[in-house]
């Protein structure tokens, strides 16, 4: 409770920014259902807001969508991962939170200066032939400059904000609390895990924070796609790059949303949206690593029908079971086979838990089966995987974190490829890799190293028999043995029992009432009703008034039963 106490005077200051933000943006039942008004109130706070009338006038996703941007980019970014999340929101919410950008002024470059010689250790204009003083462009974690090497290399210089950190982890300690709250005061969102999905945003952040990171993440990309010499990935310089800066060739090209200058310049449209679904759809189904937020704000177009992906803070990762899950499901999309969909999202969400298995598995037969026919170069994935999230809503059931940005990825990369072709298929992409991928998982040597692989592991835990054996019986010797057992439905047996055992005490209560009313009743002398002992009609009273609440009981647990079974 200390720490907590702490933590709130801590963070009082955002927290007044915070409730202001959303009382303003008509938001005030979530401000006092999360408890920040009573936490400011008792703090000393006060909250003097005044309501714009305009704003009342606008839409709940438009409203939350406005008060997320001006609360920073803590709150964008989770917006933003959020509009990836179509298992969750629906779609007016989805479209609203795909607007998100973050409005931050741009620093001068004097407020830089400190990081810049911390992490440097001079001054740039020491470190590099040119530094332009004037930003390239600025967001809401970093703001980026463009310099030149000594040897004439352009690149840009990727310089974290002052201060972002602290209000970064003051929003998530906050977020947490929220969560916390939000689940006890809204049970209906309780099957949507907020406290997971907050653990799971703060550490995509805190690793967005981490330019040298970051740098790892676009070398590793580099390297698997060495084999698509049409794809540019800038190359890292280490010899400047820390935490906090990063620098990288800058690229000179056609930002990914300027279609009119792609024409103009005379490359080919077609071309490009192919080249980028193999890249993406190989960084996805191949090497399992993949830029998680492919828009065209991280996409340029080169001269030579090349493109260029930058900014590698947010990636996906796929482990081996995961893409051959992913390959099955694709495949079962491209292929019009809805069972083989059904099972794999049954496996992916534990679909027997929270919802009808069987229903789940019906209404996504019935989704998949209404493409039967259509020919491929009619399918749109993005829009059918968007679909798929749809139907996982709707049972509320929740999609792994890695999956919902896999799917963003696709959805956002269809969406690119259709921008620059209008007759661009992912499906036609996705169809040929899919099946050469999963050919080569069931080559002789594939097979062969797998099972190598599950021999070595087999081998590894016959290793270790003897000594768990040993370490369990020292454990048994010295009682220190537990023995926990699960038993579904076991709170309600329990009451059952509890039931049973009350009854049973009131069965012996009137048997003994009755026992000992005969014995009275054939004793003389003492009070006398109705010509009776007393005493002795009172016990049988007592008995028949018993006898009949325990029919009662019995029939009322008998219909209890009943509608249970119904």
């Known amino acids: 409770m200390l720490i907590e106490t702490l933590a709130a005077s801590r963070d009082l200051q955002r927290m007044r920014q915070i409730a202001g933000v959303l009382l303003r943006h008509g938001l005030g039942d979530a401000v006092r259902r999360l408890g920040l008004a009573d936490a400011l109130t008792r703090a000393g706070q006060a909250l003097n807001i005044e309501h714009a009338g305009e704003l009342a006038q606008l839409p709940a996703p438009a409203q939350v969508r406005m008060a997320l941007e001006e609360l920073g980019p803590t709150f964008v970014k989770l917006g933003q991962i959020l509009a990836g999340r179509a298992d969750l929101l629906a779609p007016e919410w989805i479209v609203e939170f795909s607007r998100l950008h973050a409005a931050v002024p741009v620093l001068p470059l004097q407020e830089l200066r400190p990081t810049l010689r911390e992490e440097l250790g001079a001054e740039p204009e020491a470190v590099f032939s040119r530094f332009d003083a004037e930003p390239l462009a600025g967001a809401s974690i970093a703001q980026v400059h463009r310099a030149a090497l000594h040897d004439g290399t352009e690149v840009i210089v990727k310089i974290r904000r002052p201060g972002i950190v602290e209000v970064i982890e003051a929003d998530l300690r906050l977020l947490r609390r929220a969560a916390l709250v939000a689940e006890r005061e809204w049970p209906v969102l309780q099957p949507y895990r907020p406290r997971q999905l907050v653990q799971q945003f703060a550490r995509s952040l805190r690793r967005e924070l981490d330019f040298a990171a970051e740098c790892r993440n676009a070398e590793r990309v580099a390297r698997n796609l060495a084999v698509l010499p049409d794809i540019v990935i800038p190359r890292v310089h280490w010899d400047y790059t820390r935490e906090r800066v990063n620098v990288q060739d800058f690229v000179d090209g056609i930002p990914g949303g300027d279609y009119a200058r792609v024409q103009r ?10 080249r980028g679904a193999q890249a993406v759809l190989k960084m996805i189904v191949e090497d399992g690593f993949f830029h998680a937020d492919p828009h065209p704000g991280n996409v340029f177009y080169l001269p030579g029908n090349r493109l260029a992906f930058i900014d590698f803070g947010m990636v996906g990762r796929l482990s081996p079971r995961r893409r051959e899950e992913l390959l099955q499901l694709l495949l079962g999309l491209v292929e019009r086979e809805p069972r083989a969909v059904a099972d794999v999202l049954l496996d992916w969400t534990d679909g027997h838990q929270g919802t009808r298995a069987a229903q789940l598995e019906e209404d996504i037969e019935a989704f998949v089966d209404q493409y039967h026919g259509t020919p491929l170069a009619q399918l749109h994935l993005g829009e059918m ?140 002398g003492g009070p006398t009703l109705l010509g009776l002992p007393a005493f002795g009609l009172m016990g049988f009273l007592g008995a028949v008034a018993g006898g009949l609440w325990l029919l009662r009981a019995i029939r009322r647990a008998g219909r209890a039963r009943d509608d249970d079974d119904d």
Do not use: C
């Open 265 to 274: 310049e005379g490359l080919d449209a077609r071309v490009l949206a192919q």
């Open 385 to 524: 995987l968007a679909e798929v999230t749809r139907v996982l809503r709707e049972h509320r059931l929740l999609l792994p974190a890695d999956l919902a940005l896999l799917i963003k990825a696709f959805i956002s990369l269809e969406s690119m490829g259709r921008a620059l072709d209008p007759d661009f298929h992912m499906a036609a992409q996705a169809q040929p890799l899919l099946r050469r991928v999963l050919r080569a998982r069931y080559t002789p040597a594939a097979l062969a190293e797998r099972g190598w692989s599950g021999l070595r592991e087999l081998a590894a835990q016959l290793g270790r028999l003897p000594s768990d054996l040993s370490r369990a019986l020292r454990k048994l010797g010295r009682g220190h043995v537990s023995v926990s057992v699960e038993v579904a439905h076991l709170r309600r047996t329990g009451e059952q029992i509890d039931r049973a055992a009350s009854r049973l005490s009131i069965a012996l209560v009137i048997a003994a009432l009755i026992i000992g009313s005969s014995i009275v009743m054939t004793v003389g």
